[in-house]
């Protein structure tokens, strides 16, 4: 039984610790409910196409996620398709980094793509530009946590700048409307990517599946290492007794099987199942009352597929005054012609229509940008009503390490910088592999 560590969840938490447990030559082996790997960023198939069941946008300051993907055979210099950023609502505002780095320390080196931008006034511009400089004076830690829509009126922000750029950017990274979503969290986002060095801030557009970006790669490299990966098995329970950890599998039928002893547990699943596989572990149950009282934001997206010549005006497109909020052409990044996607991300007049509705608007949005678009040949709607916690000021979030000897946990909700996004994730994923290390290296010693 040495050194025999369980992983459950194969999502970009789970694979990551996975990866690392492998790389470090223990025993490992991973169990996830569904066939398909990624958790809440997989692939879905629609109408014969391999799509992703909500879109995420990378940027340059992913550096884990970068660094596992290499190490797994995943090279993110292939199937992340690098850009400097690029913010744009097509005929509204523009504002491009340049696209190499600037002799200026960060943040004024994307001073130039702010006092460049089109659709901003000189005020907002240099109101933009304070603001980043007011977060570095104070090393981006804020006296107290606070709404982030109270932040940007404290320093004097415009309506207009936060609509076309604060906003956008926190929403996208916290899933939280601003006038919930923690300032604190909002400015560590900012902190790795638009004041750290140009490259920090790249756009990273993948160019293959989310399954395929790193959860299908790391798999393998879990097996060449000796491992395994357990699709379509579903844990419902976890026991412990002096042989170490046993976990209970629920079968389609009915039936119910065991696997174990392992010694350590590595627990990488959304928190909302948190607290049921935590039900039989008495030193857990603190953790599963906190994590129980989380709201949670749903993510909605919304495929559509036009004929092949429709295209948008750039490769993400945000959309001002609408129903969505981000439009993706698949066409340009995936090669998948006339099928853009839009993500609609926290709560939202959006929740009040039906699917069919949806549809219809979002076209409209495209409709505004795109001259002449004819109607979609079809749509697809995917909701995710708990993709993530609520990223509110303050919100309590549970370390890695647990109260229970050899469990620890991972994944976009355990405590960290980070909010709920695909870096946040597989951080966790790695502390929860270094600390599962630390504490082997810790016997052997």
Same mark, same amino acid.
């Given at each position: 039984m040495a050194n025999r560590v369980a992983i459950i969840g194969a999502g970009y938490a789970g694979m990551a610790a996975a990866a690392e447990l492998a790389a470090a030559g223990r025993q490992v082996t991973v169990f996830e409910a569904s066939r398909t790997l990624g958790g809440r960023a997989r692939a879905v198939e629609l109408e014969g196409l391999n799509v992703d069941n909500g879109a995420h946008l990378f940027v340059g300051a992913y550096t884990e996620t970068q660094r596992l993907m290499r190490r797994v055979g995943a090279d993110p210099d292939k199937l992340?398709?690098?850009?400097?950023?690029?913010?744009?609502?097509?005929?509204?505002?523009?504002?491009?980094?340049?696209p190499h780095a600037i002799p200026a320390p960060a943040p004024l080196h994307l001073a130039w793509a702010l006092l460049a931008a089109r659709g901003l006034s000189w005020a907002e511009k240099f109101a933009a530009i304070?603001?980043?400089?007011? @977060?570095?004076?104070? /090393?981006?830690? $804020? +006296?107290?946590?606070?709404?982030?829509a109270e932040h940007f009126r404290r320093l004097s922000q415009p309506e207009?700048?936060?609509?076309?750029?604060?906003?956008?950017l926190c929403v996208a990274a916290l899933n939280t409307p601003i006038e919930r979503?923690?300032?604190?969290?909002?400015?560590n986002v900012l902190r790795d990517s638009l004041a750290a060095g140009r490259a920090a801030s790249d756009f990273l557009l993948p160019t293959v599946d989310f399954s395929r970006l790193f959860p299908e790669p790391a798999a393998a490299f879990v097996a060449r290492h000796g491992g395994e990966v357990r699709r379509a098995t579903r844990i419902v329970a976890i026991r412990r007794d002096v042989a170490g950890f046993h976990l209970d599998e629920h079968g389609g039928s009915g039936s119910n099987?065991?696997?174990?002893?392992?010694?350590?547990?590595?627990?990488?699943?959304?928190?909302?199942? @948190?607290?049921?596989? /935590?039900?039989? $572990? +008495?030193?857990?149950?603190e953790i599963a009352t906190r994590v129980a009282g989380y709201q949670w934001e749903p993510i909605v997206s919304v495929y559509l597929a036009y004929p092949e010549p429709v295209r948008l005006p750039c490769p993400l497109a945000g959309v001002a005054n609408g129903t969505a909020q981000w439009l993706?052409?698949?066409?340009r990044i995936y090669g998948q012609h006339g099928l853009i996607a839009a993500v609609i991300s926290a709560h939202g007049?959006?929740?009040?229509?039906?699917?069919?509705?949806?549809?219809?608007?979002v076209h409209a949005d495209i409709a505004r940008i795109v001259p002449d678009l004819p109607p979609p040949r079809w749509s697809r709607v995917i909701v995710d009503k708990r993709a993530t916690y609520a990223c509110t000021p303050g919100l309590p979030r549970p370390p890695t390490r647990t109260a229970l000897a050899g469990l620890v946990l991972a994944g976009d909700y355990v405590a960290g910088d980070y909010p709920a996004t695909i870096e946040g994730t597989v951080r966790s994923g790695v502390a929860a592999a270094r600390s599962i290390l630390g504490d082997y290296a810790a016997e052997q010693s």
């Amino acid at each position: 039984m040495a050194n025999r560590v369980a992983i459950i969840g194969a999502g970009y938490a789970g694979m990551a610790a996975a990866a690392e447990l492998a790389a470090a030559g223990r025993q490992v082996t991973v169990f996830e409910a569904s066939r398909t790997l990624g958790g809440r960023a997989r692939a879905v198939e629609l109408e014969g196409l391999n799509v992703d069941n909500g879109a995420h946008l990378f940027v340059g300051a992913y550096t884990e996620t970068q660094r596992l993907m290499r190490r797994v055979g995943a090279d993110p210099d292939k199937l992340l398709r690098r850009t400097p950023l690029h913010l744009e609502y097509p005929g509204e505002m523009r504002m491009v980094a340049p696209p190499h780095a600037i002799p200026a320390p960060a943040p004024l080196h994307l001073a130039w793509a702010l006092l460049a931008a089109r659709g901003l006034s000189w005020a907002e511009k240099f109101a933009a530009i304070r603001f980043m400089q007011s @977060l570095k004076a104070a /090393a981006f830690r $804020l +006296p107290r946590d606070m709404p982030a829509a109270e932040h940007f009126r404290r320093l004097s922000q415009p309506e207009r700048l936060v609509r076309y750029l604060w906003e956008p950017l926190c929403v996208a990274a916290l899933n939280t409307p601003i006038e919930r979503a923690s300032a604190q969290v909002f400015a560590n986002v900012l902190r790795d990517s638009l004041a750290a060095g140009r490259a920090a801030s790249d756009f990273l557009l993948p160019t293959v599946d989310f399954s395929r970006l790193f959860p299908e790669p790391a798999a393998a490299f879990v097996a060449r290492h000796g491992g395994e990966v357990r699709r379509a098995t579903r844990i419902v329970a976890i026991r412990r007794d002096v042989a170490g950890f046993h976990l209970d599998e629920h079968g389609g039928s009915g039936s119910n099987s065991a696997h174990g002893p392992f010694d350590r547990i590595v627990l990488a699943v959304a928190p909302h199942h @948190l607290p049921k596989l /935590a039900a039989g $572990l +008495p030193e857990l149950a603190e953790i599963a009352t906190r994590v129980a009282g989380y709201q949670w934001e749903p993510i909605v997206s919304v495929y559509l597929a036009y004929p092949e010549p429709v295209r948008l005006p750039c490769p993400l497109a945000g959309v001002a005054n609408g129903t969505a909020q981000w439009l993706f052409d698949r066409g340009r990044i995936y090669g998948q012609h006339g099928l853009i996607a839009a993500v609609i991300s926290a709560h939202g007049r959006h929740e009040g229509m039906d699917q069919t509705a949806l549809a219809n608007a979002v076209h409209a949005d495209i409709a505004r940008i795109v001259p002449d678009l004819p109607p979609p040949r079809w749509s697809r709607v995917i909701v995710d009503k708990r993709a993530t916690y609520a990223c509110t000021p303050g919100l309590p979030r549970p370390p890695t390490r647990t109260a229970l000897a050899g469990l620890v946990l991972a994944g976009d909700y355990v405590a960290g910088d980070y909010p709920a996004t695909i870096e946040g994730t597989v951080r966790s994923g790695v502390a929860a592999a270094r600390s599962i290390l630390g504490d082997y290296a810790a016997e052997q010693s």
